[in-house]
Nanobody, 122 residues
């Protein structure tokens, strides 16, 4: 059974930075989605199995960076955080080898992490 274990998150002031980590029990394409109160879960960023391709939602481009290491761990570095970034962030993994993750939707995610709260105060 695939396990995704997240760490990081917390409370930060607007303009600050946080880093999320996600450790997988296998090697998959990975990414993050987020869900704010009263809103649908939305795509944030993804990185391919090899790490050679990355994908970002328009709302986070230039502020968030996704990366991974050889130890089956992915990272989401978040900078210049805004109050509207406040949400529960969920690590996600895909075992299907999609050609692109630009339109990765929650219904297409194979595995989910437990979620971690990110709160950005103004």
């Amino acid at each position: 059974q695939v396990q995704l274990v997240e760490s990081g998150g917390g409370v930060v002031q607007a303009g600050g930075s946080l880093r999320l980590s996600c450790a997988a029990s296998g090697r998959y394409a990975m990414g993050w989605f987020r869900q704010a109160p009263g809103k649908e879960r939305e795509f944030v960023a993804a990185i391919s199995w090899s790490g050679s391709s990355t994908y970002y939602a328009e709302s986070v481009k230039g502020r968030f960076t996704i990366s991974r290491d050889i130890a089956r761990k992915a990272y989401l570095q978040m900078k210049s955080l805004k109050p509207e970034d406040t949400a529960i962030y969920y690590c996600a993994a895909d075992s299907g080898g999609r050609v692109s993750y630009n339109s990765w939707s929650p219904g297409e995610v194979d595995y989910w992490g437990q979620g971690t709260q990110v709160t950005v105060s103004s």
